[in-house]
């Protein structure tokens, strides 16, 4: 009678598997590995954090933050590149893997052909400050006439290099026309540490990784790369208003898969991101870091990504960065 049982619930345990709504429910309550190529303290990191109960509430599954910052991202970007396209797998990224194939001479992967785009999220404003004890200028046309008073001099940091903090920066000093000393570090945590210990002069990041610091006043703010002021940070004033129309710089953020992933899944996938950032608590937070949601179809993030390649290979070129 044991054996028959066994026998029994096995067939149906068999039959019950081909059903697509036994096979969702199986899903629910499993892991969800959200991979970050950016280290803890980044923008990226602030924002998926703040969105990570949303994320599992929507999923229906235990969700699981881990930083890969290696090689300024690339070794995160490779972990979701070879996962198994089942939706267990996924990635938050910025700016930074579109400018990869511009300023690194060899990727480990393709982009984007390996990797599904699912939704671009919305953007996060780009600040730059400066360490208030090392340097006087407080707006842009100070900063940019001590630059050119001490050539070369002055020391800026980023999350590593080709990074959209690192090409935000020397967007920067392309229209003003100066120059500075690049000092990459591996990842935004430790940038932000040496430059309010003084050992770097200035950078360029996102909001919400050094919005505390500048409201203890352990940076200056000098500028935010917005068209127009950012609501949580009104007092910052744009470069645009600044007499630097051109200095404008969206650091975005996507959710990607690896590259295969069901029409379904990635629908299921998409469905849970814009019912997170939805979540009343997650816009609050999000309003609170001064990020733009605005999440969009997977078919728009696909194209999107093709076409922000073309954008940023050019300003690679505009702004001198030799790849390496």
């Given at each position: 009678?044991t ?9 149906a345990?068999a ?21 970050l190529?950016?280290?803890t ?20 599954a ?9 090689a300024?991202g ?27 194939p511009?300023?690194?001479k060899s990727?480990?992967f ?7 785009p699912?939704?671009?999220c ?12 090392r340097?006087?200028a ?12 001490r050539?070369?001099e ?7 290099n080709?990074t959209?903090?690192?090409l935000?920066?020397e967007?920067y ?5 100066a ?11 430790p ?5 309010i210990?003084?050992?770097i ?17 352990a940076?200056r703010?000098i ?23 051109g ?12 590259k295969?992933?069901a ?16 979540d009343?608590?997650?816009?609050e937070t999000?309003?609170?870091q ?5 999440v ?29």
């Open positions: 009678m054996d028959r049982r066994t026998a029994l619930h096995t067939l345990a039959a019950l598997a081909t059903l697509p709504g036994w096979a969702a429910a199986q899903s629910e309550g499993k892991v969800v590995k959200f991979i190529p950016n280290a303290g980044s923008g990226v990191d602030a924002i998926t954090r703040a969105a990570q109960n949303a994320l599992a509430k929507a999923l229906g235990t969700v699981v933050v881990d930083n890969q910052p290696g300024g690339v070794v995160g970007l490779q972990s979701i590149a070879r996962a198994a396209p089942d939706g267990h797998t996924l990635g938050v990224v910025s700016n930074n893997v579109v400018i990869f511009s300023v690194l990727l480990p393709n982009m984007p052909g390996d990797f599904t699912i939704a671009v919305g953007y996060t404003p780009v600040v730059l400050v400066v360490n208030p004890a340097v006087a407080k707006n842009s046309a100070e900063f940019a006439a001590l630059l050119k008073s050539p070369g002055l020391n800026f940091g980023s999350g590593g080709g959209i903090l690192h935000a920066a967007m000093l392309d229209e003003v026309n120059k500075a000393r690049h000092i990459p570090y591996k990842g935004v945590g940038m932000v540490t040496d430059l210990g003084g050992q002069e200035f950078a360029t990041a996102a909001l919400p990784s050094v919005q505390q610091h500048i409201k203890s006043g940076l703010a500028g935010v790369g917005t068209t127009q002021r950012v609501p949580a940070a009104a007092d910052i004033p744009t470069f645009v208003e600044q007499g630097v129309p200095y404008v710089v969206e650091a975005w953020f996507a959710v990607i898969g690896p295969g992933m029409p379904a899944e990635v629908k299921r996938v998409h469905d849970a991101v814009v019912a997170a950032f939805a009343a608590g997650v816009k999000m309003a609170k001064g990020n733009v949601i605005n969009s179809t997977s078919e728009v993030a696909q194209q999107f990504f093709k076409t922000e390649l073309a954008k940023y290979a050019a300003l690679v070129k505009k702004a001198g960065v030799e790849a390496q």
